[in-house]
Structures are given as C-alpha cells and as structure tokens.
C-alpha cells in the first residue's frame, strides 16, 4: 500500500486561500486514484475532490470552482488548492488513494484503500 502525509492545514479568515499537498510513497503513484475527503467534528468523513490515475479532476458541488485538485507524478505528491474559504469548509482534511480503481470517480471513503492522518484547516469567520 502507498504512504501518504498531509501538510499544509492551518487558520485562516473567510475569503482566503490555502493550499495543502499529500506527499505519497511506497508505490505507483501514478496508478492511484487519489482523493480528498474532509471530516468536521460530530460529521461524518465526506468526499470533496478526486482526480482518477489518468488525471481527471471531479469534485462535490460545495467547492466546484472554489477548490482545485491536482496532482504531480513526477513529485508524487497530491494538491488541493482552496480558494473563497468558508467556515463551514471547517474540517480536518484526508488523503486517500485507490490503486487502479474501477469505478472512475470514486466518492465512497470505502472506495480508497490507503489513508493520511489529516490536516486540520479552520475558517474563521
């Protein structure tokens, strides 16, 4: 399975931006399917923002064209750019990766095989 490590969460004021990465390794991680997904406290984890291991982006209506998803084989790592914060984007945010899935935009957490330990990202208001 690959490895993967979030970085980038931190607070922020509404309006801003952030940027986190998901540094990946152990395998592939041009064959992964990789995801974002983001859990708020007392919430169930939800899916955000997926890019398929041909590198096409999909996402949740709540952040199309607030938040961009992308990927980097080259550095093995994952991006999730977010702009136009809100508080509501309130949430500790995961990595998840599937190797090779067959559905082609996976959303189901268990869909991803391996998992990160999060970021916490906070939207003050």
């Known amino acids: 399975q690959v490895q993967l490590v979030e970085s980038g969460g931190r607070l922020v004021q509404a309006g801003g931006s952030l940027r986190l990465s998901c540094a990946a390794s152990?395998?592939?991680?041009?064959?992964?399917?990789m995801g974002w997904f983001r859990q708020a406290p007392g919430k169930e984890r939800e899916f955000v923002a997926g890019?398929?291991?041909?590198?096409?982006?999909y996402y949740v209506d709540s952040v199309k064209g607030r938040f961009t998803i992308s990927r980097d084989n080259a550095k093995n790592t994952l991006y999730l750019q977010m702009n136009s914060l809100k508080p509501e984007d309130t949430a500790v945010y995961y990595c998840?990766?599937?190797?090779?899935?067959?559905?082609?935009?996976?959303?189901?957490?268990?869909?991803?095989?391996?998992w990160g330990q999060g970021t916490q990202v906070t939207v003050s208001s």
């Open positions: 998840a990766a599937q190797e090779r899935s067959r559905d082609p935009a996976p959303v189901n957490p268990a869909d991803f095989g391996s």
């Open positions: 890019i398929s291991w041909i590198a096409l982006p």
């Open positions: 152990g395998r592939t991680f041009s064959s992964y399917t």
